[in-house]
């Protein structure tokens, strides 16, 4: 056992010694050219649901062990050089190239790659899951994203877009059941949109977006289910900072029942923390609270020299609008029509915020307000956003794991 720990950290010294001599070469989505460590001669490495290489270490040391050569260590670790932050100028780019994450074959539990497969899970649905045993503790598992679900990533993403799209829960499970002979209950589902949501949006905080400088917001009313027959329905206010050029949703806040100089304040707070530098502008409606709101996060107590000029559109609409934030506040409304009415405000919010900037495209320049500002999400939209969410720290688990009968 020591001899092939051993031998594993020799592998991964030489593949970290082939990397210094250039990036492997890319022929398509699973194959690689990896080149020698010592000779100019490169070797062909296939990643479909495991890794393979031609060179002789592979094919006579490490075919049927679950080891690895060099040269496939060395892909393992290009994938995640990868995925690793740069620095332009003087804005860090927190999110240049969010890259679709493969299944690296990695323990859970100690994190080892010296595995081997081991039968198949079959979940609830029917569908079979390979099963694979690391050699080093002795723990099962299947490679997932999610934690604990009976169905892939894909379909949860397939369900948050229908739903950020305009069907219910109900349509989505019906859509499910017809399509794909997956039985799903609508609160499943709605159980999905409000978990995932929520670690999406936190994880799209992380993210500093290259924006104009001038901001628009505004305070929409959203209906509630907490009415009763005498009151008649009820509605809470949902507060909405936005780009005005890239159209990127800066911040989307519930108050309940208020609006008034502490609502626009935090609002202004959280878009500020997204935002990373103050804006050059921020343009309002006639609501007062916004005047000392924006006075006090951005500290604009001189009034000969205010750190961030507010213009309020009443008595100014020939000249300046705030069209582009009540267009974001009328398809909200459309969004939430279908539902009539619903509970978890923020929650929904925080889902609408990330489907706006990172999921739709512009009719006009088929662009997301993220793509404007700099964040490119390649791939699948929804299912690059919903890994990438995942490895924020307390989010879920990135592995499903299975004890061993011995444990």
């Not at 923020?346 to 900037?357: E, L």
């Amino acid at each position: 056992m020591n001899d092939i720990k051993e031998q594993s950290k020799v592998r991964e010294e030489r593949a970290k010694s082939i990397l210094e001599k250039g990036n492997p070469e890319s022929l398509d989505n699973f194959t690689y050219l990896v080149p020698s460590q010592y000779s100019d001669k490169k070797y062909r490495v296939i990643h479909l649901d495991s890794y393979s290489c031609e060179c002789e270490d592979y094919v006579r040391r490490c075919v049927g062990t679950g080891l690895y050569c060099k040269h496939i260590k060395a892909i393992i670790l290009f994938e995640k050089l990868k995925n690793a932050y740069e620095v332009e100028g003087t804005i860090k780019k927190e999110i240049d190239d969010i890259i679709e994450i493969k299944e690296t074959g990695c323990c859970p539990k100690c994190k080892s790659l010296n595995l081997i497969k081991r039968g198949w899970r079959k979940t609830s649905i029917g569908d079979e899951k390979q099963r694979y045993m690391c050699k080093e503790c002795n723990t099962r598992f299947v490679l997932s994203p999610i934690k604990n679900i009976k169905v892939n990533a894909k379909y949860v993403c397939l369900a948050m877009d229908s739903y950020y799209k305009g069907h219910s829960y109900r349509d989505i499970s019906d859509q499910f059941k017809q399509f794909y002979g997956i039985e799903l209950h609508h609160e499943t589902i709605r159980r999905w949109i409000l978990k995932f949501g929520d670690i999406m949006e936190k994880y799209s905080k992380t993210v500093t977006p290259r924006t104009s400088g001038t901001w628009n917001a505004d305070e929409t009313l959203t209906r509630t289910k907490h009415g009763n027959r005498e009151r008649g329905a009820d509605y809470e206010y949902v507060w909405n900072v936005m780009d005005k050029d890239t159209k990127f949703l800066l911040a989307s806040v519930t108050s309940g029942h208020s609006r008034n100089i502490g609502d626009a304040k935090a609002v202004m707070k959280e878009a500020l923390a997204q935002n990373k530098v103050n804006p050059e502008h921020i343009i309002t409606d006639r609501n007062p609270s916004y005047q000392e709101g924006i006075r006090s996060t951005f500290r604009n107590w001189n009034v000969s020299k205010k750190k961030v000029k507010h213009t309020s559109i009443v008595g100014h609409r020939k000249q300046i609008n705030n069209n582009a934030i009540e267009n974001l506040n009328g398809q909200q409304k459309e969004f939430q029509k279908v539902r009539r009415g619903i509970n978890e405000v923020q929650k929904y919010s925080n889902g609408f915020k990330v489907f706006n900037n990172f999921i739709r495209k512009g009719v006009k320049d088929n662009k997301t307000p993220a793509e404007r500002c700099g964040i490119e999400v390649k791939g699948n939209r929804w299912e690059t956003m919903l890994v990438k969410s995942l490895e924020v720290p307390n989010a879920t688990a990135n592995q499903e794991i299975v004890k061993s009968p011995a444990d």
